[in-house]
């Protein structure tokens, strides 16, 4: 029996790390099974749309969503890309084995601008825990709730202090992973 499709989420999948992480997860035998749906989340709509055809150029068949949305905008989190994801799940049914969550946008901004002028410029401050810190829970609760009616496996990868990517992993449900 072929394994079951995965849900995943990609933050920041516009370029670098997030865009190898929608490439990798899906190229490399064993993660995401062909038929896999994707939604991947950053500012940049036309560097996303870049994302998703390098993921069409290798060939495995997956369903890819684009969602523009400002992640240091704790609004747009909740009233964009949780429904959004929410709405995914809900419209799937049951067909996912696993649902995952890659936080992986984040910004260590201009830290000298930061240094200088955080204390004049709260918003700027803010902001950036949004991002970085605020954001990531929230995405993160939305995703727990979103997921619970139709799967039971949901893996979070998120940055550990030293903001690297992927060097925390939150399993929920999950038996320990092989890669
Ligand atoms: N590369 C490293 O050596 C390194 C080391 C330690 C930690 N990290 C962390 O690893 C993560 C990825 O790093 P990277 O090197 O791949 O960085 P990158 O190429 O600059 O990618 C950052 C991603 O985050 C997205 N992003 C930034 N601000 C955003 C916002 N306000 N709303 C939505 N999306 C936003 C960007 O997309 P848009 O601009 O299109 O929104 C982009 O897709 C970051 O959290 C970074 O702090 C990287």
Same mark, same amino acid.
């Given at each position: 029996?072929?394994?079951?499709?995965?849900? /995943?989420?990609?933050?920041?999948?516009s370029?670098?790390?997030?865009?190898?992480?929608?490439?990798?997860?899906?190229?490399?035998?064993?993660?995401?099974?062909?038929?896999?749906?994707?939604?991947?989340?950053?500012?940049?709509?036309?560097?996303?749309?870049?994302?998703?055809?390098?993921?069409?150029?290798?060939?495995?068949?997956?369903?890819?969503?684009?969602?523009?949305?400002?992640?240091?905008?704790?609004?747009a989190?909740?009233?964009? /890309? /949780?429904?959004?994801?929410?709405?995914?799940?809900?419209?799937?049914?049951?067909?996912?084995?696993?649902?995952?969550?890659?936080?992986?946008?984040?910004?260590?901004?201009?830290?000298?601008?930061?240094?200088?002028?955080a204390?004049?410029?709260?918003?700027?401050?803010?902001?950036?825990?949004?991002?970085?810190?605020?954001? /990531?829970?929230?995405?993160?609760?939305?995703?727990l709730?979103?997921?619970?009616?139709?799967?039971?496996?949901?893996?979070?990868?998120?940055?550990?202090?030293?903001?690297?990517?992927?060097?925390?992993?939150?399993?929920?449900?999950?038996?320990?992973?092989?890669?």
């Amino acid at each position: 029996m072929s394994p079951k499709p995965w849900f /995943v989420v990609i933050t920041g999948a516009s370029s670098g790390f997030g865009r190898a992480m929608a490439r990798g997860l899906l190229t490399r035998a064993g993660l995401a099974p062909a038929g896999s749906t994707f939604l991947l989340v950053a500012r940049s709509t036309e560097q996303l749309a870049q994302t998703k055809t390098l993921m069409e150029e290798s060939g495995i068949e997956a369903n890819v969503s684009l969602l523009s949305a400002d992640l240091s905008d704790l609004g747009a989190i909740s009233q964009k /890309v /949780v429904p959004r994801m929410a709405e995914m799940l809900a419209a799937a049914g049951d067909v996912f084995g696993r649902v995952m969550l890659v936080n992986n946008a984040g910004s260590l901004g201009n830290i000298s601008d930061r240094i200088d002028k955080a204390g004049a410029c709260p918003d700027t401050l803010q902001s950036y825990f949004n991002l970085n810190l605020t954001g /990531v829970i929230t995405l993160t609760c939305g995703a727990l709730l979103s997921a619970e009616a139709s799967a039971d496996k949901l893996l979070v990868l998120l940055r550990d202090s030293k903001f690297e990517s992927g060097s925390h992993h939150d399993y929920y449900d999950l038996p320990e992973p092989t890669f």
